[in-house]
């Protein structure tokens, strides 16, 4: 699959995982085309995997939109000053979801695969603009709130 099917792919399924788990309607967008991190305090969740393919995806989301999606995924009414640790785990979860879909659509359901537990940390936007420029990545808002995802894939390297 070319890059571009593969970012397709991961923006339909982000898409549809915020939509179907978190009831929450991301529209699309182009990254290049001024899109602005800047106002929003960011939380970035990396998950490595291995297997059949190694690699890592990547959700980038503002922590104002974490509180609503963790309240959306506990059925709860979103509260100011929400405890930070249900937002990573709503936001590591969220990401768990999209990669076992997009591993499954990429590779087919008998690939086998081991994912790491996913890592959630406070982002700087200079370290996110620092990283992004390989992989497959897409970008989306929600309600005015950007989401960035990625995706990338290592080569298998043997060593004899």
């Known amino acids: 699959m070319n890059e571009s099917k593969r970012k397709e792919l991961l923006s339909e399924i982000v898409c549809k995982v915020f939509e179907q788990t978190a009831f929450l309607f991301p529209e699309k967008v182009n990254f290049l085309e001024g899109m602005s991190f800047d106002d929003f305090e960011l939380i970035s969740v990396n998950l490595e995997f291995r297997g059949d393919k190694e690699g890592e995806t990547v959700l980038i989301i503002p922590i104002d939109l974490c509180r609503e999606l963790a309240a959306n995924l506990l059925g709860e009414d979103p509260a100011e000053g929400e405890d930070r640790e249900k937002c990573y785990d709503a936001a590591r979860e969220i990401l768990n979801i999209i990669t076992g879909q997009m591993l499954t659509e990429l590779f087919g359901q008998k690939a086998l695969f ?47």
Do not use: W
């Not at 370290?127 to 894939?153: H, K, N, R, W």
């Open 114 to 160: 081991s994912l790491d537990s996913p890592r959630a940390t406070e982002l700087a936007c200079e370290a996110f603009f620092a990283g992004y420029e390989q992989g497959d990545y897409v970008c989306c808002t929600v309600d005015d709130y950007p989401i960035f995802a990625a995706m990338s894939l290592k080569e298998k390297v043997y060593e004899h």
